[in-house]
């Protein structure tokens, strides 16, 4: 149902929380295989928009399509396409790496005979084969989120949605997120990221997008604007927006 | 899409306040409800005879009975809010269902009043775990809790759908309880409709004269319609000022 | 598309089963809470033999109200805390098979520490509990109260107030389930002639149901966003 048209596309978009106007009339098209780093400042309603994305919130109007499915109305068909990664672990503490990926295979409905092998394969992948049978609760925040990816590409998503993905990580950890995310991007997967780290996002990303103030200040390819450009025109828009 | 859509908005509204701001079937809904009640209280208080058995605190049985049915019909109005809220998002529906939830709640809390001050004389005591009272005081508690959930949640639109959700299971509860004690005979509350085990002539049942019977249809078709109607017609309009005003406050913000 | 409804649910249900059998954190704590209230109980009723039989049911399905309502904080916190109740419903399950899942692992939970009671609570008062009616009762009423409880819970626990807002919330909605087990409870316990308090167990079974549907009906409301 694809076609020819964008992966993800949003029209009109609009999301009010409490008659406060969070995306305002927000129009986005995102192809098959981009790697987009959303920035913004705290409120800008990025966290908002990922939520939208991934079918955990309802738009209060405008539309949403991804891979031609109409969001929400027809989200059942897209979840199984979406990983998210969120700041929080979306993880349970009383189970092992190994027990949470498996009970996460059989919510997405994944082929009992693979998913042992599947999952060795992940844990290897995020670099914890060895920790695979210890509780998630002795992990640190670091292998916390490398397991919550883990979990995120357990149903091989088309679609990867990262919400703040780097949030408490030491400089080992966020390398290592470095390597899976561009390796994600290397296997073709359509990768939506928000983050507060300018560097790292021009750095991973392929198309960059600043949202102020409920709408898409900037929008361009990562190779644009290098690092220092790019602090100054996110200033920019910032503040332009609180000026107002 | 503005909240302001929703409501209904004249123009007029703005020059005028207090009672010439009224929509005129108000005026006269309210006026009617003055005047019945003021006819129902005479009939009451001097009009229906004194009661042999019990004298005159028989006469609060008027308004007992009424206010629970009074109470009734409001959170009827809550649970029809409710539902027609989820169904259509309306914040109209859940003006209304917050409005039945605080009408009926006041009317429930009359009820129990007026119960216990009939019983002090009648039954030597101020309360009984008779089952007819505790559902009677569930009822005011399960509406309680629901207004204490509205208050708990900021976010208005989780406010507003879990206080639906909420309608409809305090009305299954009030009326699996109600249907509880029909089934179970064995209290000592008078039974005024339906069977008793008690000998009708006994100490507390009732024995109704004309004037009597007369009294309590007139006030209880009183206090069952034109009372929780107006009286939730007032706190809808004044839900709705109160969710201007919220809509233009969040316009300024927005800006 | 989805996966299919009873593997959700049963997948939610074993994982809460997993978890609970590894930290035995929620049997403990509802466990400890049941015996100290009945403990409690006995001391501050001072009850003699003739009021011990009128009393004991109720004290019995008051302390496994409670000890459930514990057991739900727990249960339905355990998903918030790490966002866990989003990421089932990142999943393309049915959202009612979250409410099946949870609803048999909580009602579980309640029903065991009612069972345990009954022991517990024959030694402590010297009167049998364990009787095949009772356990019945047992059986129908942990199931109304851990219905509704379980959509109550999950309402409180995205609120504000979460924890305190429960037992306001449960305890009236409970009420005719608890009325009928009581009934049920104090005519078994005292021998009642089978024909006298049948009705209760009887209205048990469609107050279950009808709080079964309703809740099953409003759960897809209660974690929409």
Redesign the interface.
Known sequence: MAEKSALIEMRALVKTYDLLIVLRKLDLKIERGEFVALLGPNGSGKSTLLRLLSGLSKPTSGTIFIGGWELPREAAAVRAQIGMVSHRALLYENLTARENLQFFARLYNLPQQDIDAQIRLLLERVGLAKRGDSLVRTFSRGMQQRLSIARALLNNPAVLLMDEPYTGLDQDAAQVLDGLLTQAYADGRTILMTSHDLDRAARLASRVLILSRGNIGYDAPASALNGQQLSERYSEITSLATAR | ?S?IGNLSSNPNQHARSGIAAWPPLLRILTLATIIAVAIGLYLGLFYSGTDIDQGQVQRLFYIHLSAFTGAFIAFCGTVLGGVQY?RTRNVQWDSIALAGAEVGLALSILNLVTGMIWARPIWNTWWTWD?RL?SAA?MC??YA?YL??RS???????RR??A???G???I??VI??LM?TR??PDTIHPVVIGPSVQNPNAEGAFEFSERMSMTIGINSAIWSTLVPVTLMWHRVRLQNLIERV??L??EV??? | MNTPFFQAAWAILRKDLQTELRSRELLSSMGLFALLSIFIFSFALELDRIARQEAISGVLWVTVVFASILGLNRSLAMERDQGNLDAMLLAPINRTAIFLGKLIGNYLFALTIGLLLLPVMTVLFNMSLIQPWLLLVLVLGTLGFSTVGTLLATMTVQTRARESLLPILMLPIALPVVIAAVKASTSILNNVPMGDWIAWPQILVVVDFVYLVLCFLLFEFVIED
Request: hydrophobic content about 50%; charged content about 15%.
């Open positions: 899409m909240a989820l089952p505790t569930i508690l399960t809790a204490m959930l708990g949640i900021e976010n208005a639109e989780q759908r879990f639906s959700i909420y409809i299971l305090a299954t509860t699996l309880t509880i089934i179970r919220n809509a406050k969040a913000l927005n800006k």
